[in-house]
Protein backbone atom coordinates (compact mmCIF):
# COMPACT_ATOMS: atom_id res chain seq x y z
CA UNK A 1 0.00 0.00 0.00
CA UNK A 2 1.70 3.50 -0.91
CA UNK A 3 2.76 5.51 2.34
CA UNK A 4 0.07 8.31 1.93
CA UNK A 5 -2.75 5.74 2.09
CA UNK A 6 -1.26 4.39 5.31
CA UNK A 7 -1.04 7.85 6.39
CA UNK A 8 -5.09 8.40 5.64
CA UNK A 9 -5.91 5.18 6.95
CA UNK A 10 -3.80 6.09 10.66
CA UNK A 11 -6.21 9.50 10.51
CA UNK A 12 -9.42 7.71 10.31
CA UNK A 13 -8.47 5.09 12.67
CA UNK A 14 -7.48 7.59 15.15
CA UNK A 15 -10.69 9.72 14.35
CA UNK A 16 -12.93 7.31 15.11
CA UNK A 17 -11.03 6.55 18.45
CA UNK A 18 -11.46 10.00 19.77
CA UNK A 19 -15.27 10.06 18.78
CA UNK A 20 -16.09 6.85 21.05
CA UNK A 21 -14.10 8.18 23.88
CA UNK A 22 -16.10 11.66 23.96
CA UNK A 23 -19.66 9.61 23.45
CA UNK A 24 -18.40 7.57 26.35
CA UNK A 25 -17.78 11.02 28.65
CA UNK A 26 -20.95 12.08 27.57
CA UNK A 27 -22.48 8.56 28.39
CA UNK A 28 -20.48 9.11 31.80
CA UNK A 29 -22.42 12.62 32.75
CA UNK A 30 -25.77 11.06 32.29
CA UNK A 31 -24.77 8.11 34.96
CA UNK A 32 -23.37 10.54 37.27
CA UNK A 33 -26.43 12.24 37.31
CA UNK A 34 -28.51 9.37 37.73
CA UNK A 35 -26.27 7.96 40.48
CA UNK A 36 -27.91 10.61 43.36
CA UNK A 37 -31.06 8.43 43.93
CA UNK A 38 -29.05 5.76 44.95
CA UNK A 39 -29.30 4.80 48.85
CA UNK A 40 -26.41 5.62 50.59
CA UNK A 41 -24.41 2.99 52.16
CA UNK A 42 -21.29 4.16 54.28
CA UNK A 43 -19.95 -0.37 53.23
CA UNK A 44 -21.21 0.05 49.68
CA UNK A 45 -19.91 3.26 48.13
CA UNK A 46 -21.62 4.00 44.71
CA UNK A 47 -19.40 2.86 41.65
CA UNK A 48 -20.60 5.89 39.84
CA UNK A 49 -19.28 8.68 42.21
CA UNK A 50 -17.66 11.70 40.87
CA UNK A 51 -13.48 11.22 40.71
CA UNK A 52 -12.28 13.58 44.02
CA UNK A 53 -10.36 16.77 42.96
CA UNK A 54 -7.06 16.19 44.23
CA UNK A 55 -6.12 18.94 46.86
CA UNK A 56 -2.39 19.34 47.35
CA UNK A 57 -0.23 16.39 47.18
CA UNK A 58 -1.98 14.04 49.69
CA UNK A 59 -5.89 14.97 50.23
CA UNK A 60 -8.56 14.39 48.10
CA UNK A 61 -11.75 16.97 47.65
CA UNK A 62 -15.11 15.96 47.62
CA UNK A 63 -17.34 18.97 46.93
CA UNK A 64 -21.29 18.20 47.33
CA UNK A 65 -21.94 19.98 44.87
CA UNK A 66 -20.23 17.55 42.88
CA UNK A 67 -22.79 14.77 43.92
CA UNK A 68 -25.97 17.21 43.53
CA UNK A 69 -26.15 18.75 46.53
CA UNK A 70 -28.28 22.13 45.23
CA UNK A 71 -27.70 25.04 48.32
CA UNK A 72 -30.67 26.85 48.01
CA UNK A 73 -31.48 26.89 51.33
CA UNK A 74 -34.59 24.92 50.38
CA UNK A 75 -34.08 21.67 48.48
CA UNK A 76 -33.11 18.35 50.48
CA UNK A 77 -28.89 18.25 50.24
CA UNK A 78 -28.90 15.15 52.62
CA UNK A 79 -28.76 12.28 49.70
CA UNK A 80 -25.87 14.32 48.35
CA UNK A 81 -23.97 15.01 51.18
CA UNK A 82 -24.22 11.27 52.47
CA UNK A 83 -23.22 10.03 49.12
CA UNK A 84 -20.04 12.43 49.52
CA UNK A 85 -19.60 11.22 53.40
CA UNK A 86 -19.80 7.55 51.84
CA UNK A 87 -16.71 8.13 49.30
CA UNK A 88 -14.23 10.73 51.27
CA UNK A 89 -14.54 7.62 54.09
CA UNK A 90 -13.43 4.87 51.56
CA UNK A 91 -10.08 7.44 51.29
CA UNK A 92 -7.02 7.28 52.98
CA UNK A 93 -7.01 11.36 53.03
CA UNK A 94 -9.55 13.42 52.23
CA UNK A 95 -11.62 16.47 52.89
CA UNK A 96 -15.71 16.47 52.26
CA UNK A 97 -16.03 20.19 51.22
CA UNK A 98 -19.65 22.52 51.69
CA UNK A 99 -18.56 25.49 49.52
CA UNK A 100 -18.96 29.13 50.66
CA UNK A 101 -21.69 31.01 48.96
CA UNK A 102 -24.18 28.38 49.48
CA UNK A 103 -27.11 27.08 51.81
CA UNK A 104 -27.84 23.54 52.36
CA UNK A 105 -30.64 22.19 53.95
CA UNK A 106 -30.16 18.93 55.62
CA UNK A 107 -32.42 16.88 57.45
CA UNK A 108 -31.83 14.44 60.75
CA UNK A 109 -28.81 12.52 59.56
CA UNK A 110 -25.87 10.30 60.77
CA UNK A 111 -22.24 10.09 59.27
CA UNK A 112 -21.22 6.03 60.16
CA UNK A 113 -17.82 5.09 61.05
CA UNK A 114 -15.17 3.68 60.88
CA UNK A 115 -13.57 5.16 57.90
CA UNK A 116 -10.69 4.92 55.95
CA UNK A 117 -9.72 7.74 55.96
CA UNK A 118 -6.11 8.77 58.36
CA UNK A 119 -7.46 12.93 58.97
CA UNK A 120 -10.63 12.96 57.48
CA UNK A 121 -11.55 16.94 57.50
CA UNK A 122 -15.34 17.91 57.18
CA UNK A 123 -14.94 21.95 56.18
CA UNK A 124 -17.83 23.97 56.42
CA UNK A 125 -17.65 26.91 54.74
CA UNK A 126 -20.93 27.56 53.43
CA UNK A 127 -24.21 27.35 55.59
CA UNK A 128 -26.09 24.36 57.16
CA UNK A 129 -29.44 24.45 58.53
CA UNK A 130 -32.05 21.39 59.23
CA UNK A 131 -35.89 21.96 58.38
CA UNK A 132 -37.35 25.07 59.94
CA UNK A 133 -38.98 23.71 62.93
CA UNK A 134 -40.93 20.94 64.27
CA UNK A 135 -44.07 20.92 61.66
CA UNK A 136 -41.21 20.41 59.30
CA UNK A 137 -39.59 17.30 60.37
CA UNK A 138 -40.86 14.41 58.86
CA UNK A 139 -42.67 11.70 61.06
CA UNK A 140 -40.65 8.88 61.02
CA UNK A 141 -37.07 10.97 61.48
CA UNK A 142 -35.84 11.63 65.30
CA UNK A 143 -36.59 14.69 66.82
CA UNK A 144 -34.05 14.17 69.36
CA UNK A 145 -30.87 14.67 66.76
CA UNK A 146 -29.83 16.32 63.79
CA UNK A 147 -26.35 15.78 62.32
CA UNK A 148 -24.55 12.50 64.34
CA UNK A 149 -21.18 11.29 63.69
CA UNK A 150 -20.85 7.90 64.84
CA UNK A 151 -17.62 6.15 65.44
CA UNK A 152 -15.25 8.48 64.12
CA UNK A 153 -11.57 8.02 64.43
CA UNK A 154 -9.40 11.10 63.89
CA UNK A 155 -11.65 13.77 62.07
CA UNK A 156 -11.56 17.44 61.88
CA UNK A 157 -14.83 19.33 61.38
CA UNK A 158 -13.51 23.56 60.66
CA UNK A 159 -14.16 26.05 58.16
CA UNK A 160 -14.86 29.80 58.38
CA UNK A 161 -19.08 28.78 57.85
CA UNK A 162 -22.16 28.64 59.59
CA UNK A 163 -23.92 26.13 61.31
CA UNK A 164 -27.88 27.53 62.03
CA UNK A 165 -29.89 25.42 64.34
CA UNK A 166 -33.30 27.05 63.21
CA UNK A 167 -34.13 26.49 66.64
CA UNK A 168 -36.87 29.47 67.13
CA UNK A 169 -39.92 27.46 66.26
CA UNK A 170 -38.60 24.58 69.13
CA UNK A 171 -38.12 26.99 71.79
CA UNK A 172 -41.55 28.11 71.62
CA UNK A 173 -42.69 24.70 72.22
CA UNK A 174 -45.77 24.84 75.40
CA UNK A 175 -43.48 22.37 77.35
CA UNK A 176 -41.01 24.28 77.15
CA UNK A 177 -39.61 26.04 80.10
CA UNK A 178 -40.64 29.61 80.51
CA UNK A 179 -42.34 29.62 77.18
CA UNK A 180 -46.32 28.78 78.63
CA UNK A 181 -49.06 30.80 79.44
CA UNK A 182 -47.80 32.79 82.40
CA UNK A 183 -44.49 31.78 82.49
CA UNK A 184 -45.74 28.03 82.86
CA UNK A 185 -45.67 24.80 80.92
CA UNK A 186 -47.46 22.28 79.84
CA UNK A 187 -46.70 17.98 80.16
CA UNK A 188 -46.37 16.56 77.53
CA UNK A 189 -43.23 15.13 74.84
CA UNK A 190 -40.89 17.69 74.05
CA UNK A 191 -38.06 16.31 72.13
CA UNK A 192 -35.55 18.56 70.60
CA UNK A 193 -32.52 17.76 68.43
CA UNK A 194 -29.19 18.82 69.69
CA UNK A 195 -27.60 20.19 66.53
CA UNK A 196 -24.13 18.44 66.56
CA UNK A 197 -23.99 15.02 68.64
CA UNK A 198 -20.42 13.12 68.27
CA UNK A 199 -21.00 9.43 70.02
CA UNK A 200 -18.13 7.01 70.48
CA UNK A 201 -15.75 8.76 68.97
CA UNK A 202 -12.05 10.33 69.25
CA UNK A 203 -9.16 12.00 68.63
CA UNK A 204 -11.92 14.62 67.13
CA UNK A 205 -11.01 18.56 66.58
CA UNK A 206 -13.60 21.26 66.04
CA UNK A 207 -12.43 24.72 64.94
CA UNK A 208 -13.41 27.85 63.68
CA UNK A 209 -17.14 27.57 63.15
CA UNK A 210 -20.16 29.77 63.80
CA UNK A 211 -23.07 27.81 65.33
CA UNK A 212 -26.38 29.77 66.01
CA UNK A 213 -29.81 28.99 67.03
CA UNK A 214 -29.73 25.08 68.13
CA UNK A 215 -32.83 23.83 69.48
CA UNK A 216 -31.27 21.93 71.82
CA UNK A 217 -27.75 21.68 72.72
CA UNK A 218 -25.18 22.94 70.22
CA UNK A 219 -22.21 20.55 70.06
CA UNK A 220 -22.90 17.48 72.40
CA UNK A 221 -19.92 14.43 73.06
CA UNK A 222 -21.11 11.30 74.46
CA UNK A 223 -18.53 8.25 74.93
CA UNK A 224 -15.53 9.92 73.27
CA UNK A 225 -11.49 10.26 73.94
CA UNK A 226 -9.26 12.93 72.76
CA UNK A 227 -11.45 15.88 71.96
CA UNK A 228 -10.14 19.21 70.80
CA UNK A 229 -12.45 22.44 70.52
CA UNK A 230 -11.07 25.62 69.66
CA UNK A 231 -11.84 29.06 67.96
CA UNK A 232 -15.52 28.46 68.02
CA UNK A 233 -18.65 30.92 67.74
CA UNK A 234 -21.43 29.78 69.90
CA UNK A 235 -24.77 32.05 69.96
CA UNK A 236 -28.78 32.11 70.97
CA UNK A 237 -30.65 34.32 72.99
CA UNK A 238 -30.65 34.45 76.47
CA UNK A 239 -34.06 32.96 77.13
CA UNK A 240 -33.67 29.89 74.42
CA UNK A 241 -34.42 26.74 76.72
CA UNK A 242 -31.76 23.78 76.80
CA UNK A 243 -29.34 25.26 74.23
CA UNK A 244 -26.02 24.40 76.25
CA UNK A 245 -23.19 25.54 73.85
CA UNK A 246 -21.29 22.48 74.10
CA UNK A 247 -22.31 19.79 76.96
CA UNK A 248 -19.55 16.33 77.01
CA UNK A 249 -20.68 13.04 78.84
CA UNK A 250 -18.51 10.06 79.51
CA UNK A 251 -15.82 11.98 78.20
CA UNK A 252 -12.37 12.02 78.66
CA UNK A 253 -8.79 13.90 77.54
CA UNK A 254 -11.17 17.12 76.01
CA UNK A 255 -9.40 20.70 75.39
CA UNK A 256 -12.05 23.64 75.16
CA UNK A 257 -10.14 26.63 74.19
CA UNK A 258 -10.30 30.73 72.75
CA UNK A 259 -13.74 30.27 72.09
CA UNK A 260 -16.88 32.61 72.63
CA UNK A 261 -20.14 31.39 73.93
CA UNK A 262 -23.96 33.09 74.37
CA UNK A 263 -26.67 31.37 75.32
CA UNK A 264 -29.51 30.22 77.38
CA UNK A 265 -28.01 27.27 79.28
CA UNK A 266 -24.77 26.42 80.37
CA UNK A 267 -22.08 27.77 78.42
CA UNK A 268 -20.84 24.49 78.97
CA UNK A 269 -21.73 21.67 80.63
CA UNK A 270 -20.18 18.70 82.04
CA UNK A 271 -22.23 15.27 82.87
CA UNK A 272 -21.33 11.88 84.75
CA UNK A 273 -18.28 9.77 83.43
CA UNK A 274 -15.73 12.86 82.28
CA UNK A 275 -12.21 13.64 83.59
CA UNK A 276 -8.61 15.07 82.31
CA UNK A 277 -11.28 18.14 80.76
CA UNK A 278 -9.47 21.36 80.52
CA UNK A 279 -11.12 24.53 79.65
CA UNK A 280 -9.31 28.16 79.17
CA UNK A 281 -9.95 31.34 77.49
CA UNK A 282 -13.95 30.72 77.20
CA UNK A 283 -15.54 34.27 76.83
CA UNK A 284 -19.07 33.33 78.09
CA UNK A 285 -22.51 34.66 78.85
CA UNK A 286 -24.91 35.76 78.93
CA UNK A 287 -25.80 32.03 79.94
CA UNK A 288 -25.62 29.56 83.10
CA UNK A 289 -22.48 29.68 83.59
CA UNK A 290 -19.97 26.81 82.70
CA UNK A 291 -21.58 24.00 84.81
CA UNK A 292 -20.39 20.17 86.03
CA UNK A 293 -23.71 18.66 86.40
CA UNK A 294 -26.34 17.91 86.73
CA UNK A 295 -25.36 14.82 88.25
CA UNK A 296 -27.17 11.90 90.27
CA UNK A 297 -30.62 12.34 88.78
CA UNK A 298 -32.75 9.35 89.52
CA UNK A 299 -30.44 7.74 92.22
CA UNK A 300 -27.75 7.29 89.66
CA UNK A 301 -23.78 7.17 89.83
CA UNK A 302 -21.69 9.99 89.03
CA UNK A 303 -18.06 10.48 88.61
CA UNK A 304 -16.00 13.37 87.45
CA UNK A 305 -12.47 14.42 88.53
CA UNK A 306 -9.70 16.31 86.95
CA UNK A 307 -11.14 19.28 85.79
CA UNK A 308 -10.24 22.70 85.05
CA UNK A 309 -11.24 25.91 84.12
CA UNK A 310 -9.34 29.07 83.65
CA UNK A 311 -8.47 32.25 81.92
CA UNK A 312 -12.07 32.84 81.25
CA UNK A 313 -14.43 35.94 81.55
CA UNK A 314 -18.31 35.28 82.64
CA UNK A 315 -21.22 37.58 81.90
CA UNK A 316 -24.26 38.72 82.75
CA UNK A 317 -25.18 35.20 83.62
CA UNK A 318 -27.38 33.29 86.02
CA UNK A 319 -24.42 31.36 87.38
CA UNK A 320 -21.33 31.79 87.02
CA UNK A 321 -19.19 27.93 88.16
CA UNK A 322 -21.12 25.78 88.82
CA UNK A 323 -21.20 22.23 90.58
CA UNK A 324 -25.11 20.91 90.99
CA UNK A 325 -26.39 17.50 91.83
CA UNK A 326 -29.61 16.02 92.71
CA UNK A 327 -30.35 14.22 96.07
CA UNK A 328 -30.04 10.88 96.34
CA UNK A 329 -27.23 10.52 93.65
CA UNK A 330 -23.86 8.88 94.51
CA UNK A 331 -20.54 8.67 93.26
CA UNK A 332 -17.93 11.88 93.47
CA UNK A 333 -16.59 15.26 91.94
CA UNK A 334 -13.23 15.66 92.53
CA UNK A 335 -9.80 17.81 91.63
CA UNK A 336 -11.26 20.54 90.06
CA UNK A 337 -9.63 23.63 89.73
CA UNK A 338 -11.59 27.01 89.03
CA UNK A 339 -8.47 29.90 88.55
CA UNK A 340 -8.17 33.25 86.71
CA UNK A 341 -11.63 33.68 86.20
CA UNK A 342 -13.31 37.34 85.86
CA UNK A 343 -17.02 37.76 86.70
CA UNK A 344 -19.44 40.84 85.86
CA UNK A 345 -22.62 41.02 86.99
CA UNK A 346 -23.19 36.96 87.46
CA UNK A 347 -25.88 35.76 89.58
CA UNK A 348 -23.98 33.12 91.80
CA UNK A 349 -20.22 33.48 90.63
CA UNK A 350 -19.44 30.66 93.01
CA UNK A 351 -21.94 27.82 93.68
CA UNK A 352 -22.66 24.31 94.84
CA UNK A 353 -25.85 23.32 94.63
CA UNK A 354 -26.75 19.62 96.25
CA UNK A 355 -30.14 20.13 96.17
CA UNK A 356 -30.52 20.46 92.65
CA UNK A 357 -34.69 20.74 91.96
CA UNK A 358 -36.67 21.48 88.71
CA UNK A 359 -39.55 21.13 90.87
CA UNK A 360 -40.75 22.17 94.17
CA UNK A 361 -41.57 18.06 95.35
CA UNK A 362 -37.70 17.01 95.30
CA UNK A 363 -37.03 15.40 98.58
CA UNK A 364 -34.14 15.35 100.79
CA UNK A 365 -32.65 12.11 100.76
CA UNK A 366 -29.39 10.46 102.67
CA UNK A 367 -27.19 9.72 99.57
CA UNK A 368 -24.82 11.75 97.92
CA UNK A 369 -22.20 12.49 95.43
CA UNK A 370 -19.67 13.33 97.65
CA UNK A 371 -17.88 16.74 96.61
CA UNK A 372 -14.55 17.02 97.39
CA UNK A 373 -11.53 18.95 96.77
CA UNK A 374 -12.43 21.47 94.72
CA UNK A 375 -10.05 24.62 94.06
CA UNK A 376 -11.11 28.38 93.45
CA UNK A 377 -7.81 30.41 92.65
CA UNK A 378 -8.26 34.73 91.72
CA UNK A 379 -11.81 34.12 90.93
CA UNK A 380 -12.69 38.70 90.60
CA UNK A 381 -15.50 40.75 89.51
CA UNK A 382 -18.66 41.89 90.34
CA UNK A 383 -22.18 39.87 91.09
CA UNK A 384 -25.48 40.50 90.98
CA UNK A 385 -26.60 41.08 94.61
CA UNK A 386 -30.31 39.15 93.96
CA UNK A 387 -27.98 36.15 95.14
CA UNK A 388 -25.06 35.63 97.19
CA UNK A 389 -21.47 36.30 95.61
CA UNK A 390 -20.63 32.33 97.16
CA UNK A 391 -22.70 29.83 98.30
CA UNK A 392 -21.79 26.01 99.14
CA UNK A 393 -25.59 24.53 99.76
CA UNK A 394 -23.53 20.77 100.57
CA UNK A 395 -25.67 17.68 101.51
CA UNK A 396 -27.11 17.73 104.93
CA UNK A 397 -25.97 13.72 105.29
CA UNK A 398 -22.43 13.91 102.97
CA UNK A 399 -20.64 17.28 103.38
CA UNK A 400 -18.43 19.23 100.69
CA UNK A 401 -14.87 18.75 101.95
CA UNK A 402 -11.34 19.83 101.25
CA UNK A 403 -12.72 23.51 99.61
CA UNK A 404 -9.53 25.94 98.76
CA UNK A 405 -10.15 29.39 98.59
CA UNK A 406 -8.02 31.87 97.41
CA UNK A 407 -7.90 35.76 96.06
CA UNK A 408 -11.65 35.68 95.58
CA UNK A 409 -13.00 39.14 95.83
CA UNK A 410 -16.35 40.15 94.58
CA UNK A 411 -18.35 43.01 94.96
CA UNK A 412 -21.42 44.29 94.18
CA UNK A 413 -22.51 45.05 90.67
CA UNK A 414 -24.84 47.68 91.44
CA UNK A 415 -22.93 50.97 93.32
CA UNK A 416 -24.04 51.52 96.63
CA UNK A 417 -25.10 48.20 97.06
CA UNK A 418 -23.35 46.25 100.42
CA UNK A 419 -21.77 43.05 100.17
CA UNK A 420 -23.94 40.15 100.74
CA UNK A 421 -22.29 36.75 103.09
CA UNK A 422 -21.13 33.94 101.35
CA UNK A 423 -23.75 30.91 101.78
CA UNK A 424 -22.10 28.06 103.35
CA UNK A 425 -24.07 24.66 104.61
CA UNK A 426 -22.29 21.26 105.66
CA UNK A 427 -19.10 22.45 103.88
CA UNK A 428 -15.61 22.15 105.19
CA UNK A 429 -12.71 23.71 103.77
CA UNK A 430 -9.71 26.49 103.97
CA UNK A 431 -9.12 30.02 102.97
CA UNK A 432 -5.66 30.74 102.29
CA UNK A 433 -5.85 34.21 101.27
CA UNK A 434 -8.39 36.60 102.86
CA UNK A 435 -11.45 36.82 100.46
CA UNK A 436 -13.59 39.54 99.73
CA UNK A 437 -16.35 39.30 101.20
CA UNK A 438 -14.48 36.89 103.75
CA UNK A 439 -16.07 33.53 104.22
CA UNK A 440 -16.59 32.70 107.52
CA UNK A 441 -19.14 30.12 107.29
CA UNK A 442 -16.32 27.49 106.32
CA UNK A 443 -16.29 25.05 108.51
CA UNK A 444 -12.17 23.44 109.57
CA UNK A 445 -11.61 20.05 108.52
CA UNK A 446 -12.19 17.21 110.64
CA UNK A 447 -11.26 13.56 110.71
CA UNK A 448 -14.92 12.40 110.68
CA UNK A 449 -15.39 14.79 107.17
CA UNK A 450 -12.20 13.71 105.41
CA UNK A 451 -13.30 9.77 105.69
CA UNK A 452 -16.33 10.80 103.82
CA UNK A 453 -13.47 11.38 100.68
CA UNK A 454 -13.08 7.77 100.47
CA UNK A 455 -16.26 7.25 98.38
CA UNK A 456 -14.16 8.92 95.52
CA UNK A 457 -12.12 6.45 95.15
Known amino acids: ?104 MLQSTIFSGPCKTVGLVFRIDGTIMPPDGPDSWPRNISKRQWLVFYRINGMSMQGAGLVDGKGENWWNLPCKPHKGVNGTTMPGPCDSPVAIRFFMSSKLTIKGLKIKNSPQFHFRFD ?135 LTKNCSNQTSAVVINDISYSNIKGSFDVRSPPMSFACSDSIPCTNLKLTQVELLPAAKGRTVANPFCWNAYGT ?11 LMEETNATIDNTLLCG
Open 1 to 104: MPFHQVLLLLFFIFSCLFFVTIQSRHHYGHSEQEQFHIVSHVSHPPSLAPEPAVAGPSYSVFNVLDFGAVGDGVTDDTQAFKLAWDMACQIKSAVLLVPDGYSF
Open 223 to 357: ACHGVRVESLTIKAPAQSPNTDGIHIENTNNVQIYNSIISNGDDCISIGAGCYDVDINNITCGPSHGISIGSLGINKSRACVSNISVSDSVIQHSNNGIRIKTWQGGSGCVSKVEFSNIHMEAVRNPIIIDQYYC
Open 431 to 441: VLKQTIPPVYC
